[in-house]
C-alpha cells in the first residue's frame, strides 16, 4: 500500500485490470467482465513488504512486526475459558447472536472502562473483530467520499488503507515528540473543514508517542469548538510500563459527545481471537451497529462467550502485569542497546509502554535503502516513510520490542551495527 495525502483518489486502473477480473481469452469473443473498484485497484503491495516477506526466516530477529509475544499468551487460561463454554452452554455458544454482542463480554469491557475513569455502560458499546473492524465501521458510518479526515503525522498505516478505502481525503497534522500539536490542529480543521480526527494518543503505533493530558483538554476543545468526530484508537494503553495514566479523550468533558473510543483485546489478551469494541454516541454506534450487520451479522459467538468467560474466571489484570513486566525489560534492552547500534547523531524516544520505539537517523542515511542490508544480516525494522500521510522523513524507522527476548534484542542491535559500520 502507498498511502498518499489523498488516499482515496485512486491512479487509473492497472493495465489489465480487467483481464485480472476474470475476463477469458480474446479468441472466445465474449466481452471483458467489468474492472475493479478504483479503489480496490489502488491498494497494491508495497516494495516494504515485499523486503520484509524475507524476515520470516528464524533467523531473522526482527524488530519489524507490530505482535505480541506469542509465549506470553495466557494459552491455558483461554482453553480453559472455551472449554467451560462449550461444556456448559454450547447451544447458545454456537448459535447465531446478535450484532451489538455478547452481554456478558460488553459488561465486563463496560466494568473495566468505569474502573478507569470512563463510565460506560454495556449498551454504549458494540463488540468488533478487532479494532479494525471498528475503524471500517466508523468509516462506513460517517465518511462521504471526498470528506477529509485529519491524521497525526506519521500515523497507522492500516487506518490510512481504512479511510483510503472510504474514499476519504486524508490530511497530516504537525505532530512532534509528544504527539499532535493542538494549534496545528486548530488551524487544520479552519483550512480543511473535516469530518473526523483520527488519533492514537496512547503509546502511539508507529512512534510510541503519547498525548500529554493539557494536549488532550485542547484537542478536545478545538472538536467542540468547530464540530469534528474524534476516533480515539487506543489498542496499547493497558500495556504501561511506568508513569501515570493520561486520561481517554472519550472522558473529557468537551469532546465526551463526539468521541469514538476504539478498544481493543489483541494486545491484552490475543490477536487471533479477532475481538475489540467500540464505544460511541447512540446514533453514530447505531449506524456502526447497521453497518456492521451488512458486514458480519456478528462477531463469532463461541468466541465472544470463551473471551467474556475468560474475563470473569481470570484475572486479566494479573496477566497484564505479567506482560508489562516482561515488556519493560524488552523495552529497556533496546533502549540500552541502540547507542552502540544506531550512528552517531541517531535520536530516538523512550515510551513509557506500548510496542514500539521510534528513531531517526541522521541525514544522509535513508531507512528503506538500508532494510535490504539490515535483513541480508538476519536483522530488521519497519522504514518510517510509508507511515507519514505528509511529505515522508526517510531517517526514521520504528522498532518493535515485543517479541524478542533481552537477549535477542541485544543480538540483534549488534547486527543492526553492523549494518551502518558497513556503509
Ligand atoms: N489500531 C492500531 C493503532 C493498531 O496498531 C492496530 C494493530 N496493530 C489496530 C488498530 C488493529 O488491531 P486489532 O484489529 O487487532 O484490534
Redesign the pocket.
Known sequence: MTPSTTAGSAPAPAPGAARTAGAPDAASNAAPAPPLASRAASVGSSPVREILALTERPEVISFAG?LPAPELFDAEGIRAAYDQVLTEEPRRALQYSTTEGDPALRAAVAARLGARGLPTSPDDLLV????????TLLATALLEPGDTVLVEDP??L??LQCFGFAGARVVPVRSDENGLDPAALADAVVRERPKLLYT?PTF??PTGRTLPAARRQAVAAVAARHGLWIAE?D??GELRYEGERVPHLASLEAAADRTVL??????VMA?GL???WLRAPAALRRACVVAKQSFDLHCSTVDQAATARYLADADLDAHLERLCVAYRLRRDALLDGLPAALPEGSEWNRPEGG?FVWARLPAGHDATELLRAAVARDVAYVPGAPFFAGPPDPGALRLSFTTHTPEEIAEGLRRLAGVFEAR
Open positions: 507490530g468488533t473483530t478487532g479494532s479494525q473492524q471498528g475503524l500515523t497507522y492500516a487506518a492514537v502511539q503505533n484508537d489498542p496499547y476504539l478498544g481493543s483485546f489483541s494486545k490477536p479477532r475481538l475489540g510496542m
